[in-house]
């Protein structure tokens, strides 16, 4: 069996920490690289993270360290910018957050990141693969759209960009805007505009992509050290959710980036989709970071593929199947 080559750009990050997991333990990718971004958490706790779970699942696979802010939406005061996510103190002391800081459910890293940068990695990659390569973008979209700007020409060399981001009925940063758009506009617009095939993967779709309590339990019994790891986060996560923004199914938690890897192993996870153009809103303001989809007749030629709902049973059943394999 041909597999499909991945490299994965990630701001670790617990739901990203699934979505690596996920990938490496695919027999049907090989996952080339992986590049770490500043969002969920500032660059060093993204790297740091990255180098935890690559490092004791599949250690050859290089990490390389990127950018550590948004290309330009820090320049200009006036413009929102989210520095940290929502977070609380529970009655026990707890943090109640969507992100945990530190891995330390996780052996320390064993491997360490590659002594370059993800923007020169990413254009001498590309340029250099014999076979075209799929993308998994599921932080802010800073490494590629530099990576781009560098040298347009690379995206000949992708086969097909999956990207976490974006929403249109459903949102988190803002009233208009989904966290990874929202931490830097300019970057999703540079890559939606690149001309290559795109998977958008919005909110939309992600807040159905969920594991719940009943998935905690059943990943514990396994008695694995990832079996623990992601019940772990998981539970973190629901609390979280019940507390901030609670979803269709109680005591539950979206899982946004895996949702990018079931996707690509089964396309049929995804209940409801539409191709169209989709832009988004850099000129600050309530609008910063919106993503905004075409809907008319006259609209520009379509530009991605939009998710639109989940089959949320079959999702978390073939994320469960997936990180089973892990002993």
């Not at 514990?220 to 973190?236: C, H, K, M, P």
Request: charged fraction near 25%; hydrophobic fraction near 40%; include cysteine.
């Amino acid at each position: 069996m041909k597999k499909r080559k991945l490299i994965l750009d990630v701001d670790t990050g617990t739901d990203d920490a699934i979505a690596l997991m996920a990938a490496i333990l695919s027999p049907e990718f090989e996952v080339i690289g992986v590049t770490t971004v500043a969002g969920n958490l500032p660059l060093p706790q993204t790297t740091a993270n990255t180098l935890r779970v690559v490092g004791l699942l599949a250690p050859e696979i290089p990490v390389v360290r990127g950018c550590a802010g948004p290309l330009v939406r820090d320049l200009d005061p006036r413009r929102k910018y989210c520095d940290n996510e929502e977070s609380i103190i529970d009655e026990n002391g707890d943090c109640i957050a969507f992100h945990v800081e530190e891995f330390d459910m996780l052996p320390p890293a064993s491997i360490r990141e590659r002594e370059t940068n993800a923007v020169c990695w990413l254009v001498e990659t590309l340029k250099s693969s014999r076979e075209r390569i799929t993308l998994v973008l599921v932080g802010p979209q800073t490494n590629f759209a530099a990576a781009l700007r560098a040298d347009p020409s690379i995206v000949e060399h992708v086969e097909q960009i999956v990207i976490m981001g974006g929403g249109f009925e459903e949102r988190n940063s803002s009233s208009a805007a989904e966290f990874n758009f929202f931490m830097d506009p300019e970057a999703a617009q540079i890559v939606l505009g690149c001309g290559a095939d795109i998977i958008l993967i919005p909110l939309d779709a992600t807040h159905h992509a969920v594991l719940s309590a009943g998935d905690v339990a059943e990943m514990r019994s396994w008695n694995t050290l990832v079996g623990s790891f992601v019940a772990q986060i998981t539970e973190e996560r629901i609390k979280a959710y019940n507390t901030f923004q609670p979803l269709f199914k109680p005591d539950s938690a979206s899982m946004h980036d895996a949702l990018c890897i079931i996707y690509l192993l089964d396309p049929s996870v995804i209940t409801k989709s539409q191709r169209g153009h989709v832009e988004i809103a850099f000129g600050g303001g309530a609008s910063d970071g919106q993503s905004v989809l075409d809907r008319r007749s006259c609209a520009q030629p379509a530009n991605c593929l939009v998710c639109l709902s989940t089959d949320d049973e079959k999702f978390s059943r073939t994320l469960l199947t997936i990180l089973k394999r892990a002993k």
